[in-house]
């Protein structure tokens, strides 16, 4: 990507000094009409395109703006993070307008050219800071946030890692859904299943896709424990209610069922936790249940619900305070800093051991105890 045209060089190629290009580009100045007309025309054959970073230092304007940058926003808790970002900037007396394209919105040959369309257009206007939410943006994007740290701008990633050279704060789904598995493994099950998105299998093998990496943590888990992982208990699903209660019909058509499923996320969990009881299976004596995300709802189930908790807050002050450090002059290294943030587990009534679902202790689901 070569360097963009400066005021510097328009100068240069009109043989004329930078203060009288910059006064004609500004429509400042005792500059004639006919000098005005062909700075400005030599300019846009450059390519050239006005700082306006420079330009509201050179007015003496301070420039508090951060923006935010997502791929999506959604009900749940990629937006919960945006706006808890915004709304800790905000308190710290910043600019914090969020910028978002969404794949939802556009076909996937058009989302490549529009975000990076949007990404060009939102590094002209020179923010003081980028703060990206990483996942659905498209590998171009990153490129283009490449350009704008070299020139200056601080970037700071979060939620997944991201292709860049900058602070990160990266949520361990890894270890998410591993915690999940593990306690249903801890308690004795070995027949269990697990609810993740269609996306699970397309990009299955991509290391930073939070979808391989809950996938991974799962099948850690079940390894460790000598677990068998069986394909027809691995449901990829869509989200939220929908995939809910498209969980519950492929459940329920299982001749051999697990009696443990960890769920992707507390939304689809309680979709089937409702439609499940309604077709009679009872949570947690026929199936224990574990959502992930720890959202109100959890709690408020029909069966309050054991969930692997995703701490947003958490996540949204690390990114601030990564952001902070930089711009106040804190960070003493350099060099690109990460942070990984952690859930845990909050434990509910959703599971109970395997022995008090079936009366048995040699055989659960299919699977053989161990």
């Not at 004609?24 to 025309?41: E, F, M, P």
């Not at 079940?222 to 019909?249: C, I, K, N, Q, S």
């Not at 679902?357 to 105890?369: F, H, L, P, W």
Request: hydrophobic fraction near 40%; aromatic fraction near 4%; include cysteine.
């Amino acid at each position: 990507m070569g360097k963009p045209p400066t005021i510097l060089d328009v100068a240069d190629a009109l043989g004329m000094h930078k203060s009288t290009v910059s006064l004609a580009l500004s429509g400042k100045g005792n500059v004639s009409a006919a000098t005005r007309a062909r700075i400005r025309h030599v300019a846009r054959e450059m390519g050239y395109e006005p700082n306006p970073l420079a330009q509201r230092l050179a007015q003496g304007v301070r420039n508090d703006t951060v923006c935010i940058v997502s791929g999506v926003l959604d009900v749940g808790l990629a937006t919960e993070k945006i706006l808890l970002i915004q709304e800790e900037l905000t308190a710290l007396s910043f600019e914090a307008p969020i910028h978002s394209c969404s794949r939802r919105r556009y076909a996937e040959s058009d989302t490549h050219e529009v975000q990076v369309r949007q990404i060009k257009q939102l590094c002209r206007q020179r923010p003081r800071a980028i703060v990206c939410y990483t996942p659905l943006l498209d590998p171009a994007v990153f490129q283009e946030l490449e350009a704008y740290q070299k020139e200056g701008g601080i970037v700071i990633c979060y939620d997944h890692p991201a292709p860049l050279a900058c602070d990160q704060v990266v949520f361990d789904r890894e270890d998410n859904a591993y915690q999940a598995a593990k306690h249903l493994l801890e308690q004795g099950h070995r027949a269990v299943g697990l609810r993740t998105t269609p996306e699970a299998e397309r990009l299955s093998g991509t290391p930073s896709d939070p979808q391989t990496l809950r996938w991974q943590g799962f099948c850690r888990a079940l390894e460790e424990y000598g677990a068998p992982l069986r394909e027809e208990w691995v449901f990829r699903l869509p989200t939220y209610e929908m995939g809910g209660a498209e969980l519950t019909e492929r459940f329920l058509a299982l001749k051999d069922r697990p009696t443990g499923l960890c769920i992707v996320n507390d939304y689809v969990a309680m979709a089937f936790l409702v439609q499940a009881t309604r077709a009679g299976v009872r949570v947690p004596e026929d199936l224990s249940v574990i959502g992930h995300d720890d959202q109100p709802i959890a709690a408020l189930c029909p069966v309050p619900l054991t969930s692997a908790t995703h701490p947003v807050r958490e996540i949204a002050r690390a990114v601030v305070t990564l952001l902070t450090d930089r711009l106040e002059g804190r960070a003493t290294d350099p060099g690109p800093r990460r942070v990984v943030v952690r859930g845990d587990l909050v434990r509910r009534e959703s599971v109970i051991p395997p022995h008090r679902i079936t009366g048995k202790s040699s055989e659960i689901g299919g699977g053989a105890m161990v």
